[in-house]
Protein backbone atom coordinates (compact mmCIF):
# COMPACT_ATOMS: atom_id res chain seq x y z
CA UNK A 1 0.00 0.00 0.00
CA UNK A 2 0.97 4.13 -0.33
CA UNK A 3 3.15 4.67 2.50
CA UNK A 4 4.64 8.26 3.13
CA UNK A 5 6.87 9.65 5.43
CA UNK A 6 7.42 12.79 6.42
CA UNK A 7 11.10 13.71 8.60
CA UNK A 8 12.59 17.33 8.50
CA UNK A 9 10.62 19.56 10.45
CA UNK A 10 11.30 21.60 13.78
CA UNK A 11 11.56 24.80 15.67
CA UNK A 12 13.27 27.36 14.17
CA UNK A 13 13.81 31.10 13.95
CA UNK A 14 12.50 33.43 11.74
CA UNK A 15 14.63 33.81 8.55
CA UNK A 16 16.26 30.34 9.60
CA UNK A 17 15.69 27.41 7.11
CA UNK A 18 14.45 23.62 6.93
CA UNK A 19 14.75 20.72 4.45
CA UNK A 20 11.83 18.35 5.11
CA UNK A 21 11.96 15.07 3.33
CA UNK A 22 9.10 12.23 2.70
CA UNK A 23 10.10 8.84 1.89
CA UNK A 24 7.53 7.09 -0.44
CA UNK A 25 6.96 3.59 -0.48
CA UNK A 26 4.04 1.14 -2.45
CA UNK A 27 3.79 2.57 -5.49
CA UNK A 28 5.53 3.95 -8.44
CA UNK A 29 7.33 7.29 -7.07
CA UNK A 30 9.04 8.17 -10.60
CA UNK A 31 5.62 8.19 -12.13
CA UNK A 32 3.45 9.99 -10.12
CA UNK A 33 3.45 13.76 -9.91
CA UNK A 34 3.63 14.87 -5.72
CA UNK A 35 2.58 17.90 -3.79
CA UNK A 36 3.38 19.50 -0.22
CA UNK A 37 0.29 20.61 1.52
CA UNK A 38 0.28 22.13 5.09
CA UNK A 39 -2.29 22.73 7.85
CA UNK A 40 -2.18 25.30 10.15
CA UNK A 41 -4.18 24.88 13.44
CA UNK A 42 -7.79 25.84 12.63
CA UNK A 43 -7.14 26.18 9.22
CA UNK A 44 -8.05 24.56 6.41
CA UNK A 45 -5.35 22.58 4.69
CA UNK A 46 -3.57 24.15 1.87
CA UNK A 47 -1.37 23.44 -1.18
CA UNK A 48 2.26 24.56 -0.96
CA UNK A 49 4.06 23.55 -3.64
CA UNK A 50 3.73 20.32 -6.67
CA UNK A 51 6.31 18.84 -9.13
CA UNK A 52 5.92 16.62 -11.52
CA UNK A 53 7.03 13.21 -12.16
CA UNK A 54 9.74 14.23 -13.90
CA UNK A 55 10.71 16.97 -11.20
CA UNK A 56 10.82 19.40 -14.38
CA UNK A 57 7.59 21.25 -13.55
CA UNK A 58 6.94 23.05 -10.80
CA UNK A 59 4.48 24.96 -8.73
CA UNK A 60 4.49 26.89 -5.70
CA UNK A 61 1.42 28.91 -3.68
CA UNK A 62 1.67 32.28 -3.62
CA UNK A 63 2.24 32.58 0.10
CA UNK A 64 5.97 30.26 -0.87
CA UNK A 65 7.12 31.78 -3.68
CA UNK A 66 10.65 32.43 -3.67
CA UNK A 67 10.78 31.19 -0.44
CA UNK A 68 10.44 27.55 -0.54
CA UNK A 69 11.92 25.09 -3.44
CA UNK A 70 10.48 21.41 -3.91
CA UNK A 71 12.35 18.97 -5.75
CA UNK A 72 12.63 15.45 -5.83
CA UNK A 73 14.99 12.14 -6.30
CA UNK A 74 13.79 9.34 -7.96
CA UNK A 75 16.34 6.87 -7.50
CA UNK A 76 15.75 7.21 -3.75
CA UNK A 77 11.87 7.70 -3.93
CA UNK A 78 11.74 10.79 -1.80
CA UNK A 79 10.58 14.43 -2.29
CA UNK A 80 11.67 17.48 -0.89
CA UNK A 81 10.78 20.79 0.57
CA UNK A 82 13.47 23.26 1.00
CA UNK A 83 12.35 26.22 3.00
CA UNK A 84 13.95 29.63 3.59
CA UNK A 85 13.66 32.63 5.45
CA UNK A 86 11.08 31.11 7.28
CA UNK A 87 8.39 33.51 8.40
CA UNK A 88 5.64 32.88 12.10
CA UNK A 89 2.91 32.39 9.69
CA UNK A 90 4.81 29.11 8.23
CA UNK A 91 4.00 26.67 11.22
CA UNK A 92 1.91 24.51 10.65
CA UNK A 93 1.92 20.55 10.20
CA UNK A 94 3.27 19.73 6.79
CA UNK A 95 2.39 16.77 4.48
CA UNK A 96 3.00 15.01 1.22
CA UNK A 97 1.26 13.55 -1.03
CA UNK A 98 0.71 11.61 -4.63
CA UNK A 99 -1.90 13.35 -7.01
CA UNK A 100 -2.92 10.32 -7.38
CA UNK A 101 -3.98 8.47 -4.17
CA UNK A 102 -5.96 9.05 -1.45
CA UNK A 103 -3.31 8.00 0.89
CA UNK A 104 -1.73 10.82 3.56
CA UNK A 105 1.61 10.39 5.87
CA UNK A 106 1.33 11.32 9.46
CA UNK A 107 3.10 14.83 8.73
CA UNK A 108 6.10 16.92 10.34
CA UNK A 109 5.39 19.59 12.28
CA UNK A 110 7.15 22.77 11.56
CA UNK A 111 7.42 25.96 14.39
CA UNK A 112 8.41 28.83 13.39
CA UNK A 113 9.22 30.83 16.19
CA UNK A 114 11.62 33.12 18.14
Known amino acids: QVQLVESGGGLVQPGGSLRLSCAASGFSFSNSAMRWYRQAPGKERELVAG????????VYGDSVKGRFTISRDNAKNTLYLQMNSLKPEDTAVYYCKATRFDSWGQGTQVTVSS
Open 51 to 58: ISSSGSIT
